[in-house]
Nanobody, 125 residues
Framework: QVQLVESGGGLVQHGGSLTLSCEASERTFSTYRMGWFRQAPGKEREFVAAIRRTDGRIYYANSVRGRFTISRDNTKNTVYLQMNSLKPEDTAVYYC??????????????????WGQGTQVTVSS
């Protein structure tokens, strides 16, 4: 059974840090790439970061590059999103996703087959 479970969200002050975790079933973790997306109220879901399984190549949205770090621990089937220097505009529900084929763009949510339930991140000003 394919399953992604996010954790680590919460309330943090402007400039603070949080680390999100996404624990995946082994089958999911063996997919082509894992990504993080987010969706703020009234806005479309947007790409945040992704990591490719084959070579570990990493992708970031311009809005988070230099502040967020995506990583994976293959021994734990877990992907992490370390978020530093958080801003109120980072407030959103964050979703972990898995792409099984890699046939479409890293940056589009429709490229990903499996999704977690989401975890809320709120950054106060």
């Amino acid at each position: 059974q394919v399953q992604l479970v996010e954790s680590g969200g919460g309330l943090v002050q402007h400039g603070g840090s949080l680390t999100l975790s996404c624990e995946a079933s082994e089958r999911t973790f063996s997919t082509y790439r894992m990504g993080w997306f987010r969706q703020a109220p009234g806005k479309e879901r947007e790409f945040v970061a992704a990591i490719r399984r084959t070579d570990g190549r990493i992708y970031y949205a311009n809005s988070v590059r230099g502040r967020f770090t995506i990583s994976r621990d293959n021994t734990k089937n877990t992907v992490y999103l370390q978020m530093n220097s958080l801003k109120p505009e980072d407030t959103a529900v964050y979703y972990c996703a898995a792409d099984s084929s890699g046939l479409s763009s890293t940056y589009y949510d429709r490229s990903y087959d499996y999704w977690g339930q989401g975890t809320q991140v709120t950054v106060s000003s």
